[in-house]
């Protein structure tokens, strides 16, 4: 399975769309770009593949794979990029401003519903950001 994120860039945040064969999945908020810096920046574009895992914390849920000089890159629901998140990504609903967004819990499901039905297919999922 090949899923896209198209990217757009703000000072406060990073804001994308999310498509599965030119459909809409859901849009995603993350931390602005500063140079793939730990903790305070979005991952750098590229095509990765996307894994499951299960924590106490989290339950199941999406890691990011390969991330050059990063791990432990995560897709879980946040509605404010620089209150909630350290470097993952958030899937949201509907976009509310850089790097905001609303109802990530439903759009987080939503977008599990797909990758994981494609994983119990026993299909490898790559992930593929770029930007607009």
């Not at 730990?38 to 794979?65: A, D, W």
């Not at 599990?112 to 994983?119: E, P, R, T």
Request: hydrophobic share 40%.
């Amino acid at each position: 399975m090949e899923l896209t994120q198209v990217r757009t860039y703000h000072p406060l945040g990073t804001n994308g769309v999310w498509l599965h064969e030119q459909d809409l999945v859901c849009y995603s908020i993350e931390l602005p770009w500063l140079e793939n810096m730990h903790n305070v920046s979005c991952i750098p574009e590229g095509r990765y593949v996307l894994q499951k895992r299960f924590t106490q914390k989290r339950g199941e849920h999406l890691v990011v794979m390969d991330v050059p000089e990063r791990s432990g890159i995560l897709i879980h629901p946040a509605n404010d990029a620089l209150e909630q998140l350290r470097g993952c990504i958030a899937p949201v609903t509907t976009l509310t401003g850089a790097g905001r967004g609303i109802q990530s819990c439903a759009a987080t499901a939503r977008l599990h519903a797909l990758v994981f039905a494609a994983m119990t297919r026993k299909e490898q999922v790559f992930l593929t950001i770029k930007s607009n």
